[in-house]
């Protein structure tokens, strides 16, 4: 990924933040001679001292054909973004767009089916938290659970991690606070949570 220095983030406790609370991520790597990509939950943990992701795909997508053979792959977690007109400056200039953005390379590991197991009750404890009635993968019945055959169940040894933060960084004081304001007044979501992450990236 493209990152100009300015823009660059290198802090690691703020990595890991974003990652929990962005883990639907995308998985890249080559399938069949081609580029290929799947949606999906991921878990950041550790092991061994070392951190890594941990997920599933479908055993009929192609992409878990291809894991013996291409190991290396790309996970991109995207956060809050939003288009920032240059109207919004005191000067002439081009628009552009305000996004976070976090990239992982590493290689696959594939899980034993006991070790998949234990990933999806780790992946389904933590998104049903906040459930008023929160399922546990060990309560599901026999029969619901043959269905986790047809998953392919892995984990990737994170080799490398990118992390872009373009929030306007570029921008006086004054042209900063405006576009934060001008965000707020959009009242879109992803436009009001820009301006919130820019106000917490620097304080006016």
């Keep these: 990924m493209y990152i100009p220095e300015l823009y660059k983030n290198e802090n690691q406790e703020e990595i890991q933040n974003f990652i929990h609370q962005n883990g639907f991520g995308i998985l890249v790597n080559q399938t069949n001679g081609k580029l290929w990509a799947t949606h999906i939950p991921m878990l950041l943990e550790e092991k061994n001292g070392k951190q890594i ?4 795909i479908s055993a009929e997508n192609p ?9 290396e792959v790309l996970v991109i977690f995207q956060g809050v973004h939003s288009y920032i007109s240059s109207s919004w400056y005191d000067h002439e200039n081009v628009p ?9 390379y590493g290689k696959i590991r594939l899980h034993s089916y006991e070790e998949s197991v234990a990933a999806l009750k780790r992946l ?25 055959r047809g998953i392919v169940s892995f984990e990737i040894e994170i ?8 929030l306007s960084q570029n921008r006086d004081d004054k042209n900063y606070k405006n576009i934060i304001s001008k965000l707020e007044e959009t009242k879109d979501h ?5 301006a919130k992450e820019m106000s917490r990236n620097r304080k006016l």
């Design 53 to 56: 992701l941990t997920a599933h």
């Design 63 to 71: 992409q878990a054909d291809s894991f013996e053979s291409n190991k």
């Design 96 to 104: 552009t767009w305000n996004y976070i953005a976090v990239h992982v």
């Design 124 to 148: 389904v404890d933590k998104y049903e938290a906040k459930s008023e009635k929160p399922i546990k993968v060990e309560d599901l019945s026999k029969k619901t659970m043959l269905q986790a």
């Design 159 to 166: 080799s490398s991690i990118e992390a872009k933060k373009k």
């Design 190 to 194: 992803q436009s009001m949570e820009v």
